[in-house]
């Protein structure tokens, strides 16, 4: 044996011995990532365990259980104004992009918003529900045309007041944005009916 190839054994025992070979693989659990200093935006790498991701200033959250996700995702949750245009309706809280476009089955990742503002009745006297903006055709004596509005989420259902009654909880069954979306397309909106 050469002395080069001595060393190399000889390095490569004393790391093996130290548990350093980089080989076992350790279960890492849920991901918990939180914005910092009133950021709009957070992202994570979240895999099968699962994760959070969270802005401590509002408690706004986006959870995703364990083995939603069969592979890892780089989420973004992203926060902005809220819409001025829903008409008859009053917004609670900001509005949300999630992105990418997943689909998740068969289950939902939560996204907890802020209750800003007292709600006038109890969620399904007030028509409370996750809208999105939409581009709806119509075809007519003059061929088709196309009006943009706000539109209740087929898929996204609200779940239930938070154990404190301070955030509604929505079921999100698919994210309906990516990064080259833009406002107010791609964006979640909770809002409610006015009285």
Known sequence: ???SMGVVLFLLLAFMSAGLTGCEKTKEGPVVVEASGGE??????????????KFP????KLVIPEKLLQEEVTIALKREKP?????????VGKAYRISPRLTFAPG?????VPIDKPLPGV???????????????????????????WQPHPITK????????????????????????KPPFGLFQVAFDLQ
């Not at 200033?57 to 706004?60: F, V």
């Not at 819409?83 to 917004?91: A, E, I």
């Open 158 to 181: 609200f779940s239930a007041f938070s154990q404190d009654q301070k955030f509604l909880v929505f079921d999100i069954y698919e994210t309906i944005s990516d990064r080259t979306t």
């Open 83 to 91: 819409s001025l245009d829903l008409s008859g309706k009053d917004f």
């Open 108 to 112: 939902a990742a939560k996204l907890f």
């Open 123 to 149: 969620p399904a006297d007030i028509n409370l529900m996750m809208y999105y903006y939409d581009r709806l055709e119509s075809r007519g004596p003059a061929g088709p045309s196309f009006v943009h509005e």
């Open 57 to 60: 200033d509002t408690g706004a």
């Open 1 to 3: 044996m050469s002395k």
């Open 40 to 53: 709009d935006e957070i992202k994570a790498v979240i895999g099968k365990e699962g994760g959070t991701l």
